[in-house]
């Protein structure tokens, strides 16, 4: 699974819309929507904000692993 693909179902699984997910991470909404297009990726601080806001590990968030954890 794509880092976006990860993205789009943390996101679902959560319920919380894609502006939820930038406001808790510190990004803008286009910012987000960028991530999860696939048009852009995150910095390193963006990629932890994102895995402590879903709580995964950030192996995870890049397809890395497939345990959360």
Do not use: C, I, W
């Amino acid at each position: 699974m794509e880092f976006s693909e990860r993205l789009v179902a943390l996101r679902k699984e959560k319920k919380e819309t894609q502006v939820q997910v930038a406001d808790g991470v510190g990004l803008t909404s286009r910012q987000y929507q960028g991530l999860e297009a696939g048009t852009s990726l995150p910095n390193f601080r963006t990629l932890g904000a994102l895995a402590d806001h879903f709580d995964v590990s950030v192996d995870y968030l890049m397809g890395r692993r497939d345990e959360r954890r």
